[in-house]
Structures are given as structure tokens and as C-alpha cells.
């Protein structure tokens, strides 16, 4: 069917929440983090990062949070700290790669 070409396109989770294609994760059980291109559960005070879509099973994207801190780092910017680029807000940084602004 027309309706399953988007859906197999890429034949693995990427480009934006792969959530927002799951209905009933909207209660949110499964969270996910755009900086980091990242998905996970609460798991106590901890986060326990997901490797595999638990809904439909597809790979999840390698969480970029090695790369977050690696840029920030190398700019000299404190992630804690409240001077954080707005791009690295959110997945901004991610698309428009390294370049400053
Ligand atoms: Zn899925």
C-alpha cells in the first residue's frame, strides 16, 4: 500500500522522533531527546537509553551525545552552564554540523 512507502524509506529509525509514528506511546513512556537524537525510559533517577524501537522493534539511531559534549567541549562551552547555544538545544547542531554561529 501507498501508505507503508514513507514509513520504509529509510529501513531504520532517523530523521526526527521516530515516537510520533508509534500512537500509543502517547502517554509517553517512551521519551525522547532531540539534542542527543536520543530515546529512553525513566528507569529511577536515571535514564536507560533504548537501542531498539520497543514498539516496532526497528534499530534506534546511535545516541550523538558523545558528539554533543565533543562539540561543546571543543568551543570551550560549559554544557551546565547558561550560555548554551540555542542550536544545541535542540537537534539544530545536528543538522547544520560544526559551524559556528
Ligand atoms: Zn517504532
Not at 12 to 41: C, I, K, L, T
Not at 48 to 53: E, G, K, P, W
Not at 61 to 88: H, K, V
Request: some cysteine.
Amino acid at each position: 500500500m501507498d501508505n507503508d512507502v514513507g514509513e520504509n524509506r529509510q529501513g531504520a529509525a532517523g530523521g526526527g522522533n521516530h515516537m510520533d509514528r508509534h500512537g500509543q506511546n502517547d502517554w509517553g513512556s517512551v521519551r525522547y531527546d532531540p539534542r542527543f537524537d536520543e530515546y529512553w525510559v525513566p528507569a529511577g533517577n536515571a535514564r536507560q537509553a533504548l537501542f531498539y524501537c520497543p514498539w516496532c522493534g526497528v534499530k534506534l539511531p546511535a545516541s550523538q551525545r558523545d558528539r554533543w559534549f565533543d562539540q561543546l567541549e571543543a568551543m570551550g562551552i560549559d554544557p551546565w552552564g547558561n550560555d548554551l547555544p540555542n542550536r544545541y538545544r535542540d537537534d539544530t547542531w545536528r543538522r547544520k554540523g560544526s559551524t559556528e554561529g
